[in-house]
């Protein structure tokens, strides 16, 4: 049986090497180390590896957080991410939540804990793998022109798209979230994008589409909603723009 492999991203050698050594005494093998983003990417393409250990923190205009959204772009959504983090920052945790990670380990952690986050994360990728893939025509959704039902159980529950804050893809299924709750459906986000057409709802990344009503404040190549910031990429920032009207 092949070991599973695991891509370490963190700009500390000494550290870097020592996690190298102490995963490898638990038996998995080390797909590489990166102590940058290019480097990271650049390992991830050639060895493609099961798992990814990535420090917030690293050197370079792009940290561990945007390093794991060009990750997910290479890689897709399928592997699991567990960040190693110093710092307990609030907004550094808000964004980092937004990608989707398996877990967060704060340094220095034991070899046990490493261990136990590290089979959760591989036996919740494998569990979301042996789900059934949407066809495209679920029946999870109805939509009227301002609002829609969404499949809970066995009932459909309404949900007004001006409630919509944002969606995000999580490998073949999205979240919706809204002002009130959070929603899992089996759809990618092109085919949820397409039911749920709305002039407020805009495509800023390839996993996220937010509501323009409400945005609280947007910059560079981000956007804030209630506390999150969620990333805007530059193939959709130009669509994201022309939706706004400068005086």
């Not at 560079?220 to 723009?241: A, C, H, M, T, W």
Request: glycine share 4%; net charge negative; with cysteine.
């Amino acid at each position: 049986m092949d070991r599973i492999k695991i891509l370490i991203v963190e700009d500390e050698l000494v550290v870097a090497e020592d996690i190298a050594g102490r995963l490898e005494l638990c038996g998995y093998e080390i797909a590489g180390i990166a102590d940058s983003s290019e480097q990271a990417v650049e390992i991830a393409c050639r060895q493609k590896p099961d798992l990814c250990l990535v420090d917030i923190r690293i050197r370079g205009a792009v940290d561990g957080i945007d390093t794991v959204l060009l990750l997910t772009q290479k890689l897709g959504t399928g592997v699991p991410v567990i960040y190693l983090t110093a710092f307990s920052d609030a907004a550094i945790l808000n964004k980092a939540k937004l990608t989707y990670p398996a877990a967060f380990i704060v340094k220095p952690f034991r070899d046990r804990e490493l261990q136990i986050a590290i089979e959760l994360a591989l036996q919740n990728a494998e569990r979301m793998h042996k789900r059934i893939e949407p066809d495209g025509d679920s029946k999870e959704l109805f939509r009227l022109d301002d609002r829609f039902f969404l499949k809970i159980g066995n009932r459909f529950e309404k949900v007004y798209i001006a409630d919509v804050a944002w969606l995000a893809a999580e490998r073949s299924y999205c979240e919706i979230v809204t002002s009130r709750k959070r929603y899992t459906v089996a759809s990618n986000l092109s085919q949820l994008a397409a039911k749920l057409e709305h002039p407020s709802l805009v495509r800023v990344h390839r996993s996220f589409m937010v509501n323009l009503e409400h945005i609280d404040a947007f910059e560079g190549n981000s956007v804030l909603i209630r506390q999150q910031e969620i990333p805007v990429s530059s193939n959709y920032k130009d669509d994201f723009l022309k939706r706004f009207r400068f005086l």
